[in-house]
């Protein structure tokens, strides 16, 4: 089992979010319980992509439990949900263009997109970005590792 998934366990807010009790990221094998996560969350706190992660087997073949994060890479991780669709593809392109890597999704009613930041890049730029964003009502955005 080089390739597997990763299940993260999702505590539901009051308001219903996140959508989903349960995200599950690839990952690969690098040892006995440790994997190296390979996908950028939607959901999930507090990991990133390149992330060393400890994981319990379940019953399942090639999907394993979450349990800690034993080497951070560096990397961040954010959320977007688009509230007016027009902005998708300009937003995408802001961060194809600062070399960031993303992943669309779907949840019920929320069209997402998850970011992957390099550890290098200035944080405040993209920061700025969204902040300008949100304030015109066209996203809301969640700093899941930062």
């Known amino acids: 089992?080089?390739?597997?998934?990763?299940?993260?366990?999702?505590?539901?807010?009051?308001?219903g979010f996140p959508p989903v009790g349960v995200e599950t990221l690839n990952a690969r094998l690098v040892d006995t319980n440790t994997f190296e996560l390979d996908n950028t969350p939607f959901f999930a706190k507090s990991i990133a992509v390149g992330d060393i992660l400890r994981c319990s087997q379940t019953k399942h073949d090639?999907?394993?439990q979450f349990e800690e994060v034993l080497s951070p890479s560096g990397n961040k991780s954010?959320?977007?949900?688009?509230i007016d669709d027009d902005c998708k593809e300009e937003i995408y392109q802001f961060f194809k263009q600062n070399?960031?890597?993303c992943e669309y999704g779907e949840y019920g009613e929320f069209n997402m997109l998850a970011v992957s930041i390099n550890p290098n890049f200035d944080y405040s730029k993209i920061a700025f970005y969204l902040d300008k964003k949100e304030e015109l009502g066209k996203i809301s955005y969640a700093e899941l590792c930062i």
């Open 78 to 82: 954010i959320s977007i949900i688009f």
């Open 99 to 101: 070399e960031c890597y």
């Open 1 to 15: 089992m080089n390739e597997c998934k990763v299940r993260f366990e999702l505590e539901i807010l009051e308001d």
């Open 62 to 64: 090639h999907i394993v």
